[in-house]
DNA sequence: ACGCTATCTTGATATGGATCAAGGCACGTC
DNA sequence: GACGTGCCTTGATCCATATCAAGATAGCGT
């Protein structure tokens, strides 16, 4: 069952026989890996199956915020706009991400599709449903309300007193940390453009740091996505600011 | 029952009689305005009254999250440090608000009281019983939870993409919206060091900026911490930033 | 009231990163 | 394989804010 909705997002909806969530890429990621795999069903029934096209807007700031989102693959970019156009970019999301908590009646912030991206939605009512129904799902949403606040807390920190080597050695470990590879090369999702709005700096300022970190050894810039950090400790020191 | 606990900090401990939730000056700005005032002797049970001194940092970054707070009256700054000394002050909290939720097993910021303070203290497991006993305190915490994040992608958006004018008119009419209070005149409970250290600039800067606002007629600086907003509607297309 | 100290303001100068302006490179199209 | 078209890089210059350096104020204790 294919739900063809505006131009370019698929929704493929619940369906009572093919028990999706069982077999989503993303469950053990996600806040749904509290629940049992008996209950799954219950969680087919509240979501729903949703695929975007890469650079599509699907969350827009200041809508009413009718709907929560989990990543199941690709990644996200969520940011605020200012009128004259200038951006921050708050977070990137990628595979088990669940979006929405920084929402009161409206959303507080646009989400964008970096690339082919599959999402679950929750309605606002059915997730309220499914907390009901399964408390342990309480606990996992604050857990995630925790870690995003705690990560906004060293964006803070980053934006307002690091230098642009410090935020970008603290970039660079951060995206190596989330691909939870061991592997010291990274492929980065997200354009310069993004790594500038994420970081408060401009495209070129990130393009001659991360060059000049590329001259110092500490990292392999191999093509412009993929980077190598050839001294971990090193950019441990630089990140954290000495 | 009045315990004296280190040098500065003093506890005032559970006390079956005199039923210190019901006369809450905060309850009705906190998590616990969900709670029915005849329940209120169960949160007497599980809540400690602290009064600390000014300038005490009651919370420290990196230690065992063991504890929440409410502030109950005064108010607090919360923050993140560098090694070599360099500070992000991550939000200011007054009289109502909860404390903690920006840790994992330790603490993720430092607070410290501006000026005399007050809070009432929960054990993780103690709130963990409350959370059990009253299920509407699950959905007041991550009401908690949202405001928070929506306030730190706010700080985040001022803090990479702001100009300084736009950040202090930011930063008043956010202290002018807090103080709950219609009057243009706003008390500031903050230090200039602390400003800055907000919103991400050096004193100098916080200085000259609230100066140069004050000659072009949008405030007036009747006394360092007591700041009138002249002009509400310049000041809001500032902070926006157009 | 006096002086001590911390905080704030103001001025002069420096600088990190922004802005402006060309190129270079990769990838897709015809 | 020439030609676009979007990134990305590199260079030259500028500027908003930081830094350095005095003063000015305001509490506060004696």
Do not use: W
């Given at each position: 069952?294919?739900v063809q ?7 493929i909806?619940p ?75 708050t977070g990137f ?7 929405g908590?920084?929402?009161?009646a409206?959303?507080?912030?646009s ?35 925790s ?7 060293k ?14 050695a603290?970039f660079?470990?951060?995206q190596?940390q989330?691909?939870l ?10 354009s310069?453009?993004?790594i ?9 300022t990130?393009?001659?740091t ?5 001259r ?13 950090l ?7 020191i ?5």
């Amino acid at each position: 069952m294919v739900v063809q909705m505006r131009d370019s997002i698929t929704a493929i909806g619940p369906c009572g026989t093919c028990a999706q969530c069982l077999h989503c890429e993303a469950r053990s990621r996600s806040i749904c890996s509290v629940i049992d795999p008996e209950h799954m069903s219950l969680l087919d029934q509240y979501s729903h199956r949703l695929v975007i096209t890469s650079g599509k807007t699907f969350i827009q700031e200041g809508e009413a915020a009718s709907d929560f989102f989990i990543v199941t693959s690709g990644h996200a970019k969520l940011f605020a706009l200012m009128p004259d156009g200038r951006r921050q970019i708050t977070g990137f999301a990628q595979s088990g991400n669940f979006l929405g908590l920084a929402s009161g009646a409206t959303y507080a912030f646009s989400a964008e599709a970096l690339g082919p991206l599959s999402l679950c939605r929750f309605s606002r009512t059915g997730l309220s449903t499914l907390r009901r129904e399964f408390p342990k799902l309480e606990n996992r949403l604050m857990e995630e309300a925790s870690c995003e606040l705690v990560q906004a807390q060293k964006s803070m920190l980053l934006l307002g007193r690091k230098t642009a080597r410090e935020r970008l050695a603290s970039f660079l470990l951060e995206q190596h940390q989330r691909s939870l590879t061991k592997a010291r090369v990274t492929q980065l999702p997200m354009s310069r453009t993004d790594i500038a709005d994420y970081l408060g700096l401009t495209i070129e300022t990130v393009s001659r740091t991360l060059n000049a970190l590329q001259r110092e050894k500490l990292i392999s810039i191999a093509q412009v996505t993929q980077i190598t950090l050839n001294d971990l400790p090193a950019l441990e020191i630089l990140a954290r600011g000495g």
